[in-house]
Structures are given as structure tokens and as C-alpha cells.
């Protein structure tokens, strides 16, 4: 039952509910995950702050903040933003690096023309057609059960895959070889892709399969090699390095059925 003010008494002045404002955070957040794709996906960071400060305040306002919605939005924005800047510009940058900036035991290579190349840019020219090979070999795979091509069908069977013809075959005198260990094998059956060698380089004129015994570095018996494991994955790698990798898979244990 309501209580009528007494005579002689004021009433009670009558105050709206208050309207839930708006978080200045939330509305920031999804700025800067905007502009995170027009500044190489440096505005995500702030993009990120701003909307988790949006969701605490959101979360105990009590009702009395709203934007929940938005910080959301800026955090999905900024991560999309950060995502196509790892994707799209690192490879490049990586590529340019590796292109222009030679390692230390960089000295010049002879090409078909021009003037002498060095190490890193032949690893690059090579790390190019290499990654589109092994993309090859895996879309074969994806189309075949999961296995690789036969040793008889290789590089044949990979034709079709491949539509930048000039990037399949090195500019500098060379062949790119499968590892024969590997060679029709479904991708189920190798228990250490990451670490075992698909493709490789080889010398001009040789066959385009085998195993370690017919890899051959980039200008020298002290130099780098370009390798292709079975994950997809293309290194530019030390002999040191090539020594710790597989060549012969011991295939995976299938599961005992009961």
C-alpha cells in the first residue's frame, strides 16, 4: 500500500530511471580493430585492451553500462585485423629478408645470366618453387585417400596442381627431387611430417627421386639446403641441420582392434 504524504508535506520529486550508458571502451575497441587493417594490425593491441577493460565494466556496472555487443565486435575486428597481417605481410617480409640479406657464409653463385647471386637468393628463388610443389604433392594427397604419389607417377602426377609454370623448376641449374622413401605413402602412415623430408634438391639432369645421397646444397659443399617436409613446410637449412631430419619414416603403429 503506497504512503500519501502527510498534509502540510512535499511530495517526493519524481526521478527518471537512469539510462544505461554507453562504455567508451566498447566504442574504442572497435575502432582500433578497424583500423587494425589499415596499420599493418598494430591498432589490435589497443583494439584488444579497450574491449576486455568494455566487458569488466559491462560486467559490473550493474546494469547501469551497455556495450557489451561492441567490445565484442572490437575484439573479433582486431583479431581478424592482426590475422591478415601475420598472413599476408610476414611471408613477404620473411621472403624479402631472406632475398636481399645474405648469411654469413653467403658468396656468389653463378646463374643462367645476369650478375652473381648470392646464397640467400638462390635459397629464395628456390623456397618459392619448393612450397608450390609440396602444396602440389598435398592437394594430390587430399584428392588420393590421403597418399602421396607413387614413385612411378612423380612429377607427373603433379602437373595439374601447378599453375605458375616458370616457379617449378629452379632458375639456377637445378631439379627439385622427391624422397623416394616417402613416395606413396599416405600422410596417415608418417608419424613425424614436420621432420621428414618430401622434396629436396638435386643436381641438373639427374633423377627426380631418391634419397639424402642424392641431395646437393645450393652452391657448395658448405652451404645451405633447401628442404620440403611432408607437413607442407619449406626451410632453409644448415648441413647440420639436414643431418638430424628423416629420411627413411618407420611407418606409424595402427591401433590394435579388440
Known amino acids: 500500500m503506497t504512503e500519501l504524504p502527510r498534509m502540510g508535506e512535499p511530495a517526493a520529486p519524481y526521478l527518471p530511471p537512469a539510462v544505461p550508458r554507453t562504455s567508451g571502451s566498447a566504442v574504442a575497441s572497435l575502432v582500433f580493430g578497424i583500423l587494425s587493417f589499415c596499420t599493418l594490425g598494430l591498432a589490435a593491441v589497443p583494439g584488444f585492451v579497450c574491449g576486455l577493460l568494455a566487458l569488466r565494466s559491462v560486467r559490473q556496472g550493474g546494469g547501469k553500462v551497455e556495450g557489451r555487443g561492441l567490445a565484442i565486435a572490437g575484439l573479433v575486428t582486431s583479431a581478424a585485423g592482426l590475422f591478415v597481417w601475420l598472413i599476408l605481410f610476414v611471408p613477404a617480409v620473411l621472403v624479402f629478408l631472406l632475398w636481399s640479406v645474405g648469411s654469413p657464409a653467403s658468396r656468389p653463385a653463378s646463374v643462367m645470366s645476369g650478375p652473381p647471386a648470392s646464397v640467400s637468393e638462390l635459397a629464395a628463388q628456390s623456397m618459392i618453387g619448393m612450397k608450390m610443389q609440396a602444396a602440389a604433392a598435398l592437394a594430390f594427397a587430399e584428392e588420393h585417400g590421403g597418399r602421396l604419389p607413387k614413385a612411378d607417377g612423380y612429377p607427373a602426377a603433379l602437373e595439374r596442381y601447378l599453375t605458375v609454370g616458370e616457379h617449378t623448376v629452379p632458375p639456377h641449374g637445378r631439379a627439385f627431387a622427391m624422397n623416394e622413401a616417402v613416395a606413396g605413402l599416405r600422410l596417415a602412415e608418417i608419424p613425424q611430417p614436420e621432420r621428414t623430408v618430401l622434396l629436396f634438391e638435386t643436381g641438373e639432369g639427374r633423377d627426380l627421386l631418391g634419397g639424402k645421397e ?43 582392434r579388440l
Open 214 to 256: 642424392r641431395l646437393r646444397p645450393l652452391t657448395g659443399p658448405d652451404d645451405a639446403y633447401v628442404i620440403a617436409f611432408v607437413d607442407g613446410n619449406v626451410k632453409w637449412m644448415t648441413k647440420e641441420e639436414v643431418d638430424g631430419l628423416i629420411w627413411q619414416p618407420e611407418p606409424a603403429a595402427q591401433p590394435i
